[in-house]
């Protein structure tokens, strides 16, 4: 059932109302919820998501508004009153970032599964957390704060090229909206003017920031009350795009120590609760530096589920106050693949050939193909409910077909993170 704008219908009493339905995560944790008995809904700004297809969704809400705007927190208080929403689950930046904005207004009706505002305030701030974790001895790449284009030589100078410009905050609040800025690879100095004249157009800062090649790793925490309730990690073999971002193919891995240690004690230093995914690249010779936390359910935790660890549920746990479960091991080897991102950046890796890093046309597709013949589980896709995997193949077909008569659908993209 998808109700929108005033039509809005609550039967019954939720124990979840998860936002920004048509993230992956969104999905993974409404089958996570769904499975476990309890009662979940999911709101996006549009109707076409996988996730009001699920068997578990108990009622998909749709605004007319934008997400990240008043209207649409107008609209998110309906809902809230008239279903009794027990937890707020969101996942997006802007929507995290406007549930902040008036966190004690919407806490007046709802559990919103989020940090405590001090740590969720270092959490997202990426010069911040790099700061905890320098104070800690945690390794970080060598970074120089940039609010200008004029400061674009010194650090090309101090930080040389290829570098990665980072936005301190993923999401910058405008005059009259809010917009979600992402990270850039730069290659020439041309390139590196370019991002920092997009990353501080609204007045934040970039980080200019040493571009590390080894392996990317992830590790997740479920922390609350002083004690790491669950850990999990994993690698990613390739991202989109395809020099760094999302991870596309990746791998459970046992917790390493090194990564694993420094993980939980930034998570500790800055009392970061609920979930929290903390990146980690290492460097030619294997030593990891850290990258960022992200402080909510990432794209890429289907795999954990799979392997055994629950987040979605722990996280709804903790932010309900209950007891939380406790996960002491999970199964490790496990492969997961993002077909449609894997997909994209064999696309993108073809049309920057030549770029350094980037593999061969040849070498791409082969990597795309062999992949085929390696055991894992697809994003999306879960045979007990198949209907959310078939709405994703349908819309990423119209979404590709519109792309390709516009000429657009192998751009080379910027993104990085």
Not at 175 to 192: K, Y
Not at 367 to 377: H, K, L, N, S
């Amino acid at each position: 059932m998808v109700k929108s704008g005033q039509g809005i219908v609550a039967p019954m009493a939720l124990d979840a109302l998860v936002l920004d339905a048509r993230l992956r995560q969104s999905l993974v944790t409404m089958r996570s919820l769904g499975r476990r008995g309890l009662s979940v809904a999911a709101l996006e700004t549009f109707r076409d998501v996988p996730a009001f297809s699920s068997r578990w969704c108990q009622q998909g809400f749709v605004s007319s508004a934008d997400d990240a705007t008043d209207a649409y927190l107008t609209y998110l208080e309906e809902v809230l009153e008239r279903a009794g929403v027990r937890v707020l689950i969101p996942s997006a930046d802007g929507t995290i970032a406007l549930l902040r904005r008036h966190r004690a207004r919407v806490e007046r009706r709802v559990r919103v599964a989020l940090a405590d505002e001090p740590a969720m305030t270092i959490a997202v701030n990426k010069q911040r957390t790099l700061a905890v974790a320098e104070r800690l001895g945690l390794g970080v790449p060598r970074s120089l704060p940039v609010s200008t284009v004029s400061e674009v030589p010194l650090a090309l100078k101090e930080i040389g090229l290829p570098a990665v410009v980072k936005p301190s905050e993923s999401w910058l609040w405008g005059e009259r909206q809010g917009i979600r800025v992402v990270s850039q690879l730069v290659t020439t100095p041309e390139e590196a003017r370019l991002a920092v004249t997009e990353l501080t157009r609204f007045g934040g800062v970039a980080l200019f920031q040493q571009f590390l090649t080894g392996r990317r790793e992830a590790v997740s925490l479920l922390y609350a009350n002083g004690e790491v309730y669950a850990r999990f990690a994993q690698w990613a073999k390739r991202t989109r795009p395809p020099l760094g971002g999302e991870s596309v193919l990746r791998q459970s891995i046992a917790v390493p120590t090194d990564t694993g240690s420094q993980a939980e004690r930034l998570v500790r230093e800055i009392d970061l609760e609920g979930y929290s995914e903390v990146e980690f690249r290492r460097d030619s010779t294997g030593v990891p530096y850290l990258m960022e936390i992200n402080p909510r359910l990432s794209a890429s935790v289907e795999i954990a589920v799979r392997s055994g660890v629950d987040f979605p549920y722990l996280l709804y746990q903790w932010a309900h106050g209950g007891p939380i479960d406790r996960v002491k091991s999970y199964r490790t080897g496990g492969w997961m693949r993002y077909l449609a991102g894997d997909l994209m950046t064999t696309i993108a890796a073809i049309h920057q050939r030549g770029r350094r890093g980037i593999p061969s046309p040849v070498r791409a597709l082969l990597d795309f193909g062999f992949a085929f013949f390696t055991p894992m589980g697809y994003d999306c896709v879960d045979w007990k409910d198949p209907l959310p995997a078939v709405k994703a193949t349908t819309a990423f077909m119209r979404y590709s077909v519109g792309k390709a008569i516009s000429g657009k659908l192998s751009r080379p993209g910027k993104n990085f993170s």
